[in-house]
Nanobody, 114 residues
Framework: EVQLVESGGGLVQAGGSLRLSCAAS????????IGWFRQAPGKEREGVSC????????YYADSVKGRFTISSDNAKNTVYLQMNSLKPEDTAVYYC???????RGQGTQVTVSS
């Protein structure tokens, strides 16, 4: 089965860190650009970061630049999102998606308390 599964979300205080994982199965993620998105209640979905395995290029939204780092482990077919210096406004459900496809995980909740 082709799927992406996110994990690593949770509740953390402002200033804390979390590392999200996006594990691919049924396909090789390095054939795609893998993106992290988030959606908070009442807000539109926001692109957070993406990673292109073929050339190692990355993208970060201005809102997370300098705080979040995207990386990959090809052996584990997994993309990570290291989130540092978390803020209450980072609270959202975080999803990973193989861009240009319908392959998307179920999401993982990140809650940052003030």
């Amino acid at each position: 089965e082709v799927q992406l599964v996110e994990s690593g979300g949770g509740l953390v205080q402002a200033g804390g860190s979390l590392r999200l994982s996006c594990a691919a199965s049924g396909f090789t993620f390095d054939d795609y650009v893998i993106g992290w998105f988030r959606q908070a209640p009442g807000k539109e979905r926001e692109g957070v970061s993406c990673f292109t395995s073929s050339d190692g290029s990355t993208y970060y939204a201005d809102s997370v630049k300098g705080r979040f780092t995207i990386s990959s482990d090809n052996a584990k077919n997994t993309v990570y999102l290291q989130m540092n210096s978390l803020k209450p406004e980072d609270t959202a459900v975080y999803y990973c998606n193989a861009l240009g496809t319908s392959i998307r995980g179920q999401g993982t909740q990140v809650t940052v308390s003030s």
